[in-house]
Each structure stands twice: as C-alpha cells, then as structure tokens.
C-alpha cells in the first residue's frame, strides 16, 4: 500500500483538463513543499514533468501544472491530447526519506 | 548529456545478496547532488529505495534499511546497490536516478529487471 493516495485512472477527451490528485499528510506532502510529479508510458522509465510542487523541468509543456493545499497536491493536464495517456506518479518529501503514490492511469477518450 | 546505466545479475535466488551498479556519464558525481535507486514491481508502482551524496552520507527506505547498502565510487563514476536477504516480493525493474532533492529525479537509467526466483 503506497503512503500517498492517488485516484486509481481518470479520463478525458482530446482537448479537455483533467486533475489527478495526490493525498498524503502533515508528514510528507503537507510539512514539505517538495512535490513532484512523474509521467510513464509503457515500458518506459518515468519522466520529471513537475517538481518543488508546482515547477517545470525545461521542455515540460506548460499544459502540466502543479499546486498544492495542505495534505493534497494536485497535478493538472489542460488541453489533452493522446501522448498525454500515461502513468502519473507524485511523489513527497518526507522526514530523511521520499514516498509516491501508487499511480494514476490516464486515458485519453 | 547525462546518462545513468544499471548493470547487475537479472535472476537471483531467495535468500541471497541483489547487487546493482549504476555508471553515470556527462557528469561526474564528484560535482554534487545524490544518486538513488527506485524500483517498480511489475504492474506496480514506484518505490523509492535510498539515495547517496558523493560524499557518502546515504538515507534510505525505512523498510529496507536493515537490508540495504548503498555505497558510492567516485573514481569510477558508479553508485551501487546492495540488498540482502531478497524475497520474490524484491522482484523489479530497478532504476538507477539522479537526485536533486526534494524528489526531484531529473535524469533516470534504462532500469533493469531483477527477479528472485530459484
């Protein structure tokens, strides 16, 4: 059981936004602001999309979007598109330590 | 261009030592931050493993410290991994990454699968 709760898959149509949510508590997400977020395809090694909760690694589409309140952090897609349909992973800070969530599949509709 | 590349036996058997090197290149790990593992059971998600700074001053998972070493050699520009005691439940692609901080994990390897089986 992953220490942070991710939804298990959302979906959405080309075009449109999707959040996908992160849970933890005042021990990781809400007592850090080191959130970071992952995208995997299959077969692949996952990928920094977001970092320090809402930051953009270089050549990260600004259609990826970070922010965080109190325990929760959330990921937003806007403007979806196929490529977009991927594994999402967030992970935390936590006391001398890191945890992810256990994975969000994506589904462009 | 950095670029991180596990290397280590695919199959070990239950009870045994998991040994992992990674060999990074376009960077020199010298230069500062730290270095992690992370493995992915299959069909699972992530779990983060340890990291280390080039100094040597490592921290790791809570529920594999008793079982883990993770060591640096700066002189040939490698981290390794060491797990004891492994199960089938440590079978998993094993990534070598770079560490920011903060779970910033910028630069990951191809990872390799390692499975525990007799």
């Known amino acids: 059981q992953s220490v942070l709760t991710q939804p298990r898959s959302v979906s959405g149509s080309p075009g449109q936004s999707v959040t996908i949510s992160c849970t933890g508590t005042s021990s990781d997400v809400g007592g850090y602001n080191h959130v970071s977020w992952y995208q995997q395809h299959p077969g692949t090694a996952p990928k920094l999309i977001i970092y320090?909760?809402?930051r953009r690694p270089s050549g990260v589409p600004d259609r990826f979007s970070g922010s965080k309140s109190g325990n929760a952090a959330s990921l937003t897609i806007s403007g979806l598109r196929a490529e977009d349909e991927a594994d999402y992973y967030c992970c935390s800070q936590a006391d001398r330590s890191l945890v992810f969530g256990g994975g969000t599949k994506l589904t462009v509709l | 261009q950095v670029q991180l590349q596990e290397s280590g036996p695919g199959l070990v058997k239950p009870s045994e030592t998991l040994s992992l090197t990674c060999t990074v290149s376009g960077y020199s790990i010298s230069s500062g931050y730290y270095w992690a593992w992370i493995r992915q059971p299959p069909g699972k998600g992530l779990e983060w493993i340890g990291s280390i700074h080039h100094s040597g001053s490592a921290y790791y998972n809570p529920s594999l410290r008793s079982r883990l070493t993770i060591s640096v050699d700066t002189s040939k520009n490698q981290f390794a991994l060491k797990l004891s005691s492994v199960t089938a439940a440590d079978t998993a692609v094993y990534y070598c990454?770079?560490?920011?901080?903060?779970?910033?994990?910028?630069?990951w390897g191809q990872g390799t699968l390692v499975t525990v089986s007799s």
């Open positions: 990454v770079r560490d920011l901080g903060g779970g910033n994990h910028d630069y």
């Open positions: 320090d909760v809402s």
